[in-house]
Structure formats: structure tokens, C-alpha cells
């Protein structure tokens, strides 16, 4: 049996505790819940944004610290994260994301504390983030990154393709390897849905929204059919986005950000929630989809290959032609197959990426931690 983590104090720090975190906030959101229910004392740190307030409630009860940013916030400066970290007399922190300044307070709470601390990239490492951003990148990696990846007690990946990634840029090659965990799984298989895809997320450029819309336009499909597209992002690329989905007519509905039931209801009523992305570390959206019975269509870039394996998802490329065939192929499944998806969805779920699989994972690796245990690689 794992060994116990009740009554551990256990930090989580995040550049955003908020909607604009993304996949990354609800990551944060599901590690607290999970702290909880394991008797640990879970406090999340991160940087005062625009929506922090709001989003507050979703972490129920767990304390969070909202920290004021000084200068630019693409950088995340902030002149007392450092203190209100030593003053909540953590036994362990975890950092999730890398590449703003909370990764330089994480390292320096562990040099005053003496205590450990867990970086988890959440995807931040993958070859087409790196790309992006070359120079700012570099300040970063000698500012601060490579002396927080050194000091910290582990790295983790969500997938031994991010595992491999880690190694590259950090020249660490003892990654542990635990996925996200999605939300509980629906009691039984849905009935046949009208023919509808959803995409849920961030609105930016490598979830390749254009070519999913230009696929989506170029396919062959059923009378009446839907594509809702749900999702936050800069001003711009939503911006871009309105005008695509204006120009490919009514089937194509853009809603803009939803949360909660209103996202359950979105998935519930979706045959497939849809993922053409560039670059992802392990999505929650997927994830999620999955729970309500969901099936997906992904690219080999959301790193979920029991998805492929198990039948629970169908890979649909990345560029418009290929994104465009596999929605032929999809609106194409029969009832009774579509129903086995559904069911090899509900099953990963319940198994590979249940909460209390995940749960368990976590607690040994913070138990190994704060007891200075060596490292040892979580498989999945």
C-alpha cells in the first residue's frame, strides 16, 4: 500500500490560477481536489491575473495566494512570492509550468527551505514551444530554468514522450512519469448523439484551429451537423477565429468560454470532441471527453496513445485535407460502433486515467520526496 500523505503541507505554484492558465489551471484545480482527498494540506500559489478572482471558487476550500506582478507579465515578477511561499511552512512544493518567474521562486524557496520541491512542464518542453519565442527562451534557460530543473527534487512528465523531452533540455534523464487524472467517468455508455464535434480549450495557434475549420468545411457531412468551438484566448486570436467561423457559415458556431456543467452538457452532447493540435502535453479536454463516453479526434501531438490503441479515439492529422477525411470517416461510424468507442472511452477513464490510479502515483512520489528518498520513475 502507498504510503500516506495526510497531514503533509504541499504547495502548488502556477504562473495562473485562473481561466488563463488554460489545461495547466485545471490541472491545479484537480492536484488540489486530490491533495484533499488524500489528507494532505494543499495551498496554491500563483500570480494575480485578470480573472483570478472569479475563478477563485474553484478551488472550494484549499487556500490560494494570488501574488501581485511587478513589470512585464510575460515574465511574472513578483516581489513576494518568495516570502509568502516560506511563510506557509510547506513540506513539499510543486511548480506547474516553466518559463516565467514562479520557476525561479520555486528554486530559491528550495535553497531557503531545505525542503523539496516537483517541476511539472506540462508540455512547456515540447520541440514546438521551444521553437517559439527563441531569445526569451535563452534568458530564461540561464536565468533561471536549468538551476530550477538541477535543484529540484524530480521533473515530471505526463508522458514518456514529455519524459524524453525533459531529458533533451535538462539533461535529466529520471523523469517520473504520471498522467493527468480526468474527472470521474459516466455510469454507462450514451445513447447515439446527433452529429456533432466540440472543441474545448484555449484559442490559440497550435491547437490549429484554422485547419480544423477548413477541414471541417472541405468534408463530406451529415444534414445538419455542428462544430462548436468553445474556448478563451488573446484578443487577437480570438479575433481571427470569429472571422473564420463567420466565414464558414452556420454549421460552424463559435461560443466562447465555458466551464462546469455547461462544458459537461457540451461533451455529453458532442459525438466527438475534436483535438488537431500542433503541441500539447497530456489535455484535459480529451480527458474529459472521456469521462462522459466522448470519443476523440486527435493528433498524434496530444500524447494519448491508449486513446488510438483502445479505440477510443481516431488519429485525424494536422493539415485541413487530412483533418477533412477523418471527419468523413467519423460521421461515418455506425451506431453500434460508435458505441464501442464510447465504451473504450469510459474505460480509460475509469482505469488508466481515474483519480484514484493518479492519486496513488502522486502520493508515493510526494511521500519519496519529502522522506529524501532517490528518485524512482513512475511508469505508466
Same mark, same amino acid.
Given at each position: 500500500?502507498?504510503?500516506?500523505?495526510?497531514?503533509?503541507?504541499?504547495?502548488?505554484?502556477?504562473?495562473?490560477?485562473?481561466?488563463?492558465?488554460?489545461?495547466?489551471?485545471?490541472?491545479?484545480?484537480?492536484?488540489?481536489?486530490?491533495?484533499?482527498?488524500?489528507?494532505?494540506?494543499?495551498?496554491?500559489?500563483?500570480?494575480?491575473?485578470?480573472?483570478?478572482?472569479?475563478?477563485?471558487?474553484?478551488?472550494?476550500?484549499?487556500?490560494?495566494?494570488?501574488?501581485?506582478?511587478?513589470?512585464?507579465?510575460?515574465?511574472?515578477?513578483?516581489?513576494?512570492?518568495?516570502?509568502?511561499?516560506?511563510?506557509?511552512?510547506?513540506?513539499?512544493?510543486?511548480?506547474?509550468?516553466?518559463?516565467?518567474?514562479?520557476?525561479?521562486?520555486?528554486?530559491?524557496?528550495?535553497?531557503?527551505?531545505?525542503?523539496?520541491?516537483?517541476?511539472?512542464?506540462?508540455?512547456?518542453? &515540447?520541440?514546438?514551444?521551444?521553437?517559439?519565442?527563441?531569445?526569451?527562451?535563452?534568458?530564461?534557460?540561464?536565468?533561471?530554468?536549468?538551476?530550477?530543473?538541477?535543484?529540484?527534487?524530480?521533473?515530471?512528465?505526463?508522458?514518456?514522450?514529455?519524459?524524453? &523531452?525533459?531529458?533533451?533540455?535538462?539533461?535529466?534523464?529520471?523523469?517520473?512519469?504520471?498522467?493527468?487524472?480526468?474527472?470521474?467517468?459516466?455510469?454507462?455508455?450514451?445513447?447515439?448523439?446527433?452529429?456533432?464535434?466540440?472543441?474545448?480549450?484555449?484559442?490559440?495557434?497550435?491547437?490549429?484551429?484554422?485547419?480544423?475549420?477548413?477541414?471541417?468545411?472541405?468534408?463530406?457531412?451529415?444534414?445538419?451537423?455542428?462544430?462548436?468551438?468553445?474556448?478563451?484566448?488573446?484578443?487577437?486570436?480570438?479575433?481571427?477565429?470569429?472571422?473564420?467561423?463567420?466565414?464558414?457559415?452556420?454549421?460552424?458556431?463559435?461560443?466562447?468560454?465555458?466551464?462546469?456543467?455547461?462544458?459537461?452538457?457540451?461533451?455529453?452532447?458532442?459525438?466527438?470532441?475534436?483535438?488537431?493540435?500542433?503541441?500539447?502535453?497530456?489535455?484535459?479536454?480529451?480527458?474529459?471527453?472521456?469521462?462522459?463516453?466522448?470519443?476523440?479526434?486527435?493528433?498524434?501531438?496530444?500524447?494519448?496513445?491508449?486513446?488510438?490503441?483502445?479505440?477510443?479515439?481516431?488519429?485525424?492529422?494536422? &493539415?485541413?485535407?487530412?483533418?477533412?477525411?477523418?471527419?468523413?470517416?467519423?460521421?461515418?461510424?455506425?451506431?453500434?460502433?460508435?458505441?464501442?468507442?464510447?465504451?473504450?472511452?469510459?474505460?480509460?477513464?475509469?482505469?488508466?486515467?481515474?483519480?484514484?490510479?493518479?492519486?496513488?502515483?502522486?502520493?508515493?512520489?510526494?511521500?519519496?520526496?519529502?522522506?529524501?528518498?532517490?528518485?524512482?520513475?513512475?511508469?505508466?
Amino acid at each position: 500500500m502507498t504510503a500516506s500523505i495526510a497531514g503533509l503541507r504541499i504547495g502548488l505554484l502556477t504562473a495562473s490560477a485562473s481561466r488563463l492558465g488554460g489545461g495547466v489551471f485545471e490541472a491545479v484545480v484537480a492536484q488540489a481536489a486530490m491533495l484533499k482527498v488524500l489528507g494532505a494540506e494543499p495551498h496554491v500559489f500563483a500570480l494575480a491575473d485578470a480573472y483570478c478572482a472569479s475563478d477563485r471558487d474553484r478551488f472550494g476550500e484549499v487556500p490560494v495566494t494570488h501574488c501581485k506582478v511587478a513589470g512585464p507579465a510575460q515574465v511574472g515578477f513578483s516581489l513576494g512570492m518568495v516570502a509568502e511561499l516560506m511563510r506557509a511552512k510547506l513540506d513539499c512544493l510543486h511548480l506547474h509550468g516553466i518559463w516565467m518567474y514562479p520557476s525561479a521562486a520555486a528554486a530559491r524557496w528550495g535553497r531557503l527551505s531545505g525542503q523539496p520541491y516537483v517541476v511539472s512542464p506540462h508540455g512547456m518542453l &515540447d520541440p514546438w514551444i521551444t521553437g517559439r519565442g527563441r531569445w526569451k527562451k535563452a534568458i530564461a534557460r540561464a536565468g533561471y530554468e536549468r538551476a530550477s530543473w538541477q535543484g529540484a527534487w524530480g521533473l515530471h512528465a505526463l508522458t514518456r514522450r514529455e519524459a524524453a &523531452d525533459i531529458a533533451v533540455e535538462s539533461g535529466r534523464a529520471d523523469s517520473i512519469v504520471i498522467p493527468n487524472a480526468g474527472p470521474p467517468a459516466a455510469q454507462a455508455a450514451r445513447s447515439f448523439p446527433e452529429p456533432c464535434m466540440a472543441y474545448i480549450g484555449r484559442i490559440h495557434a497550435k491547437k490549429n484551429l484554422s485547419a480544423l475549420i477548413g477541414g471541417w468545411t472541405a468534408a463530406g457531412r451529415p444534414a445538419g451537423s455542428q462544430l462548436v468551438i468553445a474556448g478563451w484566448g488573446d484578443d487577437r486570436d480570438v479575433s481571427i477565429l470569429r472571422q473564420e467561423v463567420a466565414a464558414a457559415g452556420p454549421s460552424v458556431r463559435f461560443v466562447g468560454p465555458i466551464f462546469g456543467e455547461e462544458k459537461n452538457r457540451l461533451l455529453s452532447s458532442a459525438r466527438f470532441a475534436v483535438l488537431p493540435s500542433l503541441s500539447e502535453g497530456l489535455p484535459m479536454a480529451v480527458l474529459e471527453g472521456w469521462a462522459c463516453g466522448t470519443p476523440a479526434l486527435m493528433t498524434q501531438a496530444c500524447n494519448l496513445p491508449e486513446g488510438l490503441e483502445r479505440g477510443a479515439a481516431l488519429e485525424c492529422g494536422m &493539415d485541413a485535407a487530412q483533418i477533412a477525411c477523418v471527419i468523413e470517416a467519423a460521421f461515418a461510424i455506425e451506431a453500434s460502433e460508435w458505441t464501442a468507442m464510447s465504451r473504450a472511452a469510459l474505460g480509460l477513464a475509469r482505469t488508466n486515467f481515474s483519480r484514484e490510479v493518479v492519486a496513488q502515483q502522486w502520493s508515493g512520489a510526494y511521500r519519496a520526496a519529502v522522506s529524501g528518498l532517490a528518485l524512482q520513475r513512475t511508469a505508466r
